[in-house]
């Protein structure tokens, strides 16, 4: 009887063993498979998400705690306690504003202080202004610096950008040309807003080709082109769909211009943050979104030879061998006396084969129209000073 006690007391007694030693993580997936060994670590993901690094054995040296970590390389990994994941085709990255190195131990070696300085500068000039300002830059698809950049901002004439990727795909659908010619009606050329078409073509039934109403509504943000295209693809909120579906459930698409015109409180509807906008910049642009179809590759060069905003983001790259591809935004003023938005977003190309997407949102702005877009200009040349060389 006591032999039968002992049997089952041991067979309990390795089962909780073996219990303790099962790993409560798994091996984080890399290139389709199991993270590599480097430096005698791969890395591990907890029941949280988090990651952390294992040893050859199977040990954990530093647990799972990460956000997104690397691996080692010269005794130092570089780590972040936030951010978020952007698919880039059959891969992924991790974007987040603060990295740090860690040591095979864990502990905290230095932090990345490669872009901090532009931060700081952002931020006491941004502090210094009255009005409300968002600012998003992501530098070569892998850092991000911001000020207020996850914030909400109404985008006003911004929103013409990823309004025209909804044209895009629903041309893709439909087996629409650019040559093709879309049937404008009378009664949709409004007389009491922006529209440089009106002024050519009168206000009268007329049929333009698909790259003519895209032209006019990107390079020159007519309100009366804008609204044309919304009809053809089915409405706002078609665009906003493609928006959350592809990831980009920042950007929120809810009304035509005539809709804001008759109500400007609407324009606050249409919001976007700096960093979602800089993020959809970086796709079409770095990640050469561009190119999936001649209506993307005719909406990327429109956008390169911008007509509005150059005392904006472009006014510090002018004198340089810069490109810049932007969409501009601009508001009136709401009840307070205060314009609603003045805005600048795009990707810049930089001589020295390196880019970046920013994105600059100005709400509720005490200042006149000079003054405002002279703050875009002016975080420009932070930006772009800071990463020519």
């Known amino acids: 009887m006591k032999k039968t006690i002992y049997s089952i007391l041991s067979a309990i007694c390795l089962l909780s063993l073996i219990g303790c030693s099962t790993p409560k993580y798994s091996i984080f997936r890399y ?14 993901v907890g029941k949280d998400g988090k990651i952390g690094f294992a040893d050859e054995k199977g040990n954990v040296v530093i647990s799972p705690r990460f956000a997104f970590v690397f691996p080692f390389e010269n005794g130092l990994a570089k780590a972040t306690h936030e951010g978020h994941q952007v698919a880039e085709g059959e891969h992924w990255q991790w974007i987040s504003p ?10 905290i070696i230095r932090n990345d202080h490669r872009y901090s300085q532009i931060e700081e500068r952002l931020k006491t000039y941004v502090a210094a202004q009255d009005t409300r300002i968002g600012v998003a830059v992501i530098i070569d698809g892998k850092d991000t610096v911001s000020v207020n950049g996850n914030r909400d901002f109404p985008m006003l004439s911004v929103y013409k950008f990823p309004q025209a990727l909804a044209v895009a795909d629903y041309c893709m659908k439909k087996g629409i040309t650019l040559s093709d010619t879309i049937g404008i009606q009378a009664k949709e050329i409004k007389e009491d807003t922006w529209s440089p078409m009106r002024k050519k073509y009168g206000v009268s039934d007329l049929r333009l080709p698909l790259s003519e109403i895209l032209e006019y509504s990107l390079q020159q943000s007519d309100n009366n082109a804008c609204d044309v295209l919304f009809r053809l693809i089915g409405g706002p909120q078609v665009a906003d769909s493609l928006m959350r579906a592809s990831g980009h459930g920042d950007i929120t698409i809810g009304s035509t211009e005539d809709e804001m015109h008759r109500d400007p409180y609407l324009c606050y509807q249409n919001r976007a943050t700096p960093i979602a906008m800089a993020r959809l910049f970086d796709k079409f642009y770095r990640l ?4 999936d179809s001649p209506v993307h590759e005719a909406i990327g060069a429109m956008m390169m030879s911008c007509g509005t905003g150059d005392n904006r983001l472009p006014a510090p790259l002018m004198p340089t ?8 935004g601009t508001g009136g003023r709401n009840t307070q006396g ?40 002016d975080i420009s040349k932070i930006v772009y000073q800071s990463l020519e060389n």
Not at 34 to 41: I, K, N, S, W
Not at 338 to 355: K, M, S, T, W
């Open 31 to 44: 290139d389709k498979g199991d993270d590599y060994f480097r430096e005698g670590l791969h890395r591990i």
């Open 98 to 107: 603060e990295w740090f190195y860690i040591d095979h131990k864990g502990d």
């Open 288 to 291: 050469e979104m561009r190119h």
């Open 321 to 328: 061998n810069a490109v810049i591809a932007h969409k501009t």
């Open 338 to 377: 205060r314009i609603v938005g003045i805005n600048d977003a795009g990707y810049v190309f930089l001589p020295n084969g390196r880019g970046y997407a920013i994105a600059v949102f100005i709400a509720d702005s005490a200042y006149d129209m000079a003054r405002t877009e002279k703050i875009i200009a």
